[in-house]
């Protein structure tokens, strides 16, 4: 194929992922309010199933209300005329982004696989499988345990004693923050399918994530920033110790390909 060629097909791939997305997105756009209420708002009201969760975990685990956090309640400002309507747009895009992220993949997926060898589809095979679930529990993650930690933090945080300011965020900040999150944990999850399909192909071996542990930690400290928009440690640490434990599954999972690789070549050369 030429490189027009290569464009072509690229093109069909991208508008094809396009329509998926706006399906979706048009979808939730039709269902807007009751998205608003009970999805996108959820995090913030005080009925949140995560707030009750921790706190009768705590009670479980005999640790009385240590887990239990304050009521919070974050009421949102427009400031401008179309203010809303943009925000139920960014809410749908966002919303049928995520939905259709598995179709957006396998086009991705088909668009690389006739440039793979035989060796690399079976090396590959299940991905888009893996890598879908891998996103959607991060995005999960994001969703039911950080945000609410991020906005009880944010919402309940006050700034001197004398009252003289009225905490009103936005609207638009509040969808870009809840956004950042789930997006920002959905990638975050895709590490050990990144280090198993990496391994499969030969670029990364065990030895080298555990070289690389160190570094490798201060990237995840620094990604934990970067999602959180919440200062406080206790956020960044829900970030952090599940992506540090991710990567020490993908060093498990490396260390498991590498020996099937060496147990395969002895079996060859024997």
Known sequence: MSFMDHLEVLRRHIIRSAIAIVAASVLVFIFIDWV?????????????????????LGHKLHLGDSLCMPPVHIPLLGSTVSGPFMSAITISFTCGLILAFPYVFWEVWKYI??????????????????VSVCFFCGAAFG???????????????????LGVY??????????????SIILGCGIGFELPVIAYVLSKVG?????????????????????AAVITPSPDWTSQMIVTIPLVILYEISIFLSAKVY????QKEAINLN
């Open 36 to 56: 608003f209420d009970n999805v996108i708002y959820a995090p913030a009201s005080p009925d949140f199933i995560t707030y009750s969760g921790l706190c009768n």
């Open 113 to 130: 696989k006739p440039a793979l060898s035989p060796k690399e589809l079976k090396n590959t095979r299940g991905s888009i499988f893996w």
């Open 143 to 161: 969703y039911y345990l950080l945000a609410p930690f991020t906005f009880n933090f944010l919402g309940n945080y006050k700034l001197g004693t």
């Open 166 to 179: 009225t905490y009103l965020p936005t609207l638009d900040d509040f969808i870009d923050t809840l956004t």
């Open 203 to 223: 670029i990364v071996t065990p030895k080298l994530l555990k070289n690389y542990r160190k570094f490798a930690y201060v990237i995840i400290l620094v990604v």
């Open 259 to 262: 020996r099937q690789r060496m």
